[in-house]
């Protein structure tokens, strides 16, 4: 108790400190493919690159021919508050907060290769992805001003690097069972430890804490694809939850004013995390040849997320919050539009996409209410011939909601989130080994 006590004194020296997680929440709103971002991740109903063995692993049963996909992202995002102040008599506050960071890594990576068993067309996947990505680089910086010292504010600054990591290797299995049916299976092994490193400046000095922690189990992802009508694609989603062991270790410790580490402690503990089921429903409408229209609406219940024993025997929080903050993370529920366009370009096929989306965030503003992400997208592709596709992404995301104060509950304070990220992926198909 005493050390959870000590761990969670270091982690507050700042007071909205807690505030610099918010952005990493929004990784917990999965979603990946340059293809799938262009087009607002509206593709559970689409599914067609090698991404479906996340997105919707029945889209795979259509792949025949051997392929190899590869996905890049950088991001880059902002999240601020606006200039609060407090005035009473003989002292004024001033508190301004803002935190940036950015973020380069592998999206995902696949393979996959087709068969034909008992009569019926197969596709097999393996592939590799991150839930939560590693690799965040950033500060977060506070400034706390009496304006009857105003030349002496108190500034605190964290830094950090890395983040919660939790890796996947994934076996997908699909088969068309109709021409019009398929269906599909994925099994995920999680592995893979993710670091983080904390470092705090303030005017009581230099703090700084590392977390490594990972997550081991196993779940499955089951999808189907129904075309009633060639113009028309039906796809369903289910994602199973995961109850599985956690393994944390907490080091903390000081730097003094000559430079040297002081006051190392070291805490570990093993605590059980549940994390719950996802489900998606979408429908891809084609009125033309060249054009695509996707639809979709997906859920994730994040309030069925917790993990217990977590540094503090008995105790049961929130997950991915890991903390009791007094307002509970909140389900997610989304709704996310794309669309295609298929031009012909010599002899070349140039695919022109965009989309947009509401993404609920699982943490909460000021009334308690899911904070709610817009996402703008836009991108292309350039299938230069039957064998080699390269696309790009961009997507942009906005959100502004209230938060309580710094000095006082009341009144509420501007909160302000923005994201710029960009994703360039590439496929290789090997050739078809099989008639068509």
Not at 58 to 83: I, M, N, T, V
Not at 117 to 132: C, D, E, P, V
Not at 133 to 144: D, N
Request: net charge positive; with cysteine; hydrophobic share 40%.
């Amino acid at each position: 108790m005493k050390a959870r006590a000590l761990t969670l004194l270091l982690l507050s020296l700042s007071p909205l400190l807690f505030s610099q997680y918010k952005p990493w929440f929004n990784f917990y709103n999965f979603a990946y493919g340059a293809k799938a971002r262009a087009m607002g991740n509206a593709f559970t109903a689409v599914a067609d690159d090698l991404t479906a063995a996340f997105w919707n692993p029945a889209g795979l049963a259509a792949k025949r021919s051997p392929e190899f996909y590869l996905s890049y992202k950088s991001l880059s995002q902002k999240h601020d508050y606006d200039l609060q102040d407090r005035v009473l008599p003989g002292e004024t506050k001033l508190y301004n907060y803002n935190f940036s960071g950015r973020l380069n890594q592998i999206d995902f990576f696949s393979v996959s290769a087709p068969a034909v068993i008992w009569k019926r067309n197969w596709t097999f996947a393996l592939s590799y992805y991150r839930y939560i990505p590693y690799g965040f680089k950033g500060s977060a910086r506070e400034v706390l001003t009496y304006l009857h010292d105003r030349f002496n504010p108190r500034k605190t600054t964290v830094t950090f690097t890395g983040s919660e990591g939790i890796d996947v290797l994934a076996f997908s299995a699909s088969a068309a069972v109709t021409d019009h049916f398929a269906l599909g299976g994925t099994l995920q092994q999680f592995f893979g430890s993710g670091s983080q490193h904390l470092r705090t400046v303030d005017p009581a000095g230099e703090f700084h804490s590392r977390y490594a922690e990972k997550l081991q189990g196993r779940n499955v992802i089951a999808g189907l694809l129904f075309s009633p009508f060639d113009f028309l694609r039906l796809g369903f989603t289910w994602h199973s939850g995961l109850r599985s062991r956690f393994d944390s270790t907490l080091l903390t410790w000081e730097v003094n004013k000559k430079g040297i580490e002081i006051n190392q402690r070291e805490e570990s503990c093993v605590a059980r995390v549940e994390i719950p089921e996802q489900y998606a429903l979408g429908a891809l409408l084609s009125p033309a040849r060249w054009l695509d229209l996707s639809a979709e609406y997906s859920r994730l219940d994040w309030g069925k997320g917790t993990i217990a024993n977590y540094y503090d025997a008995g105790a049961v929080l929130p997950y991915p919050q890991k903390d009791d903050w007094a307002q509970k993370q909140k389900n997610i529920r989304n709704l996310r539009f794309g669309a295609e366009v298929r031009l012909p370009l010599r002899q070349w096929q140039l695919h022109l996409r965009g989309g947009w989306s509401a993404d609920h965030q699982l943490y909460a503003d000021a009334a308690d209410q899911a904070v709610i992400a817009k996402c703008y997208t836009a991108g292309m592709g350039c299938e230069f011939s039957r064998n080699l596709l390269l696309e790009i992404a961009y997507q942009r995301q906005v959100a502004d909601w209230p938060e309580k104060g710094f000095f006082i509950q009341a009144p509420d304070v501007a909160t302000h989130y923005r994201a710029h990220e960009f994703n360039l992926s590439l496929t290789y198909r090997f050739g078809h080994i099989f008639k068509e």
